[in-house]
């Protein structure tokens, strides 16, 4: 099956510092990837839509300018945390379908990587 | 309110028992997928239904589009079920995820 990848899988930072978190689709391109946070006991809740070749699509709340996602190329999307905070510390996720449809597609999804602000 | 409701939050059973979790939800949807997070944090996705019933091993999943509901089937449930479903609707512009069922199958 469809295999997506996330680096690092674990990190732990400095209050203000910048966390770059790459995800990768292994064995498809992916035109559009999903980020996710999670928080502890929570649920999964959508950041943002990453589109290869254009700008990322953010959810309500959620600060383009402190999540920034770039989409350069087919197999790999990023999610840098830009001046990271305690509070931003949480299980970030990324997801692709296959066949580029959205949400009406089954959805491949990385292992996550654990952000630890200090 | 949440667009997409779970019940039950918590649910332990006996190694062998039927399984039923429901989701409903309250938006007009394009698809309905149920996901399994591991206590690792892993995400696998089990179903993705716009229609009717789905069947894969033990698991089956069905939709009622007119009642706006879903459910979640596990036959002969095994202690390597034990894990998180969620499940989350695609309404062709947004996702929107429930809040997750916890299982816990006792061997």
């Known amino acids: 099956g469809a295999v997506v990848s996330q680096h690092p899988s674990w990190v732990i930072c400095k209050s203000g510092t910048s966390v770059k978190i790459e995800c990768r689709s292994l064995?498809?391109?992916?035109?559009?990837m999903f980020w996710y946070r999670q928080f502890p006991k929570q649920s999964l809740m959508l950041m943002a839509t990453s589109n290869e070749g254009s700008k990322a699509t953010y959810e309500q709340g959620v600060e383009k300018d402190k999540f920034l996602i770039n989409h350069a190329s087919l197999t790999l999307s990023t999610l840098t945390v830009t001046s990271a905070h305690p509070e931003d510390s949480s299980f970030y996720i990324c997801s692709a379908p296959t066949s580029g449809r959205a949400g009406t597609d089954t959805q491949y999804f990385g292992p996550g990587t654990r952000l630890t602000v200090l | 309110k949440n667009e997409v409701e779970q019940s039950p939050q918590n649910l332990t059973a006996q190694e062998g028992e039927f399984i039923t979790i429901n989701c409903s939800y309250s938006?007009?949807?394009?698809?309905l997928h149920w996901l399994q997070q591991h206590p690792g944090g892993g995400i696998v996705s089990l179903f993705m239904l716009s229609s009717g019933k789905k069947k894969h091993g033990r698991l089956i999943a069905t939709i009622n589009i007119q009642e706006k509901h879903s459910s979640l089937h596990i036959t002969a449930s095994h202690p390597r079920d034990s894990a998180v479903y969620i499940c989350a609707v695609h309404t062709g512009n947004q996702f929107y995820f429930g809040t997750g069922t916890s299982l816990t199958v006792i061997p």
């Open positions: 064995d498809f391109q992916a035109t559009t």
């Open positions: 938006v007009g949807i394009s698809a």
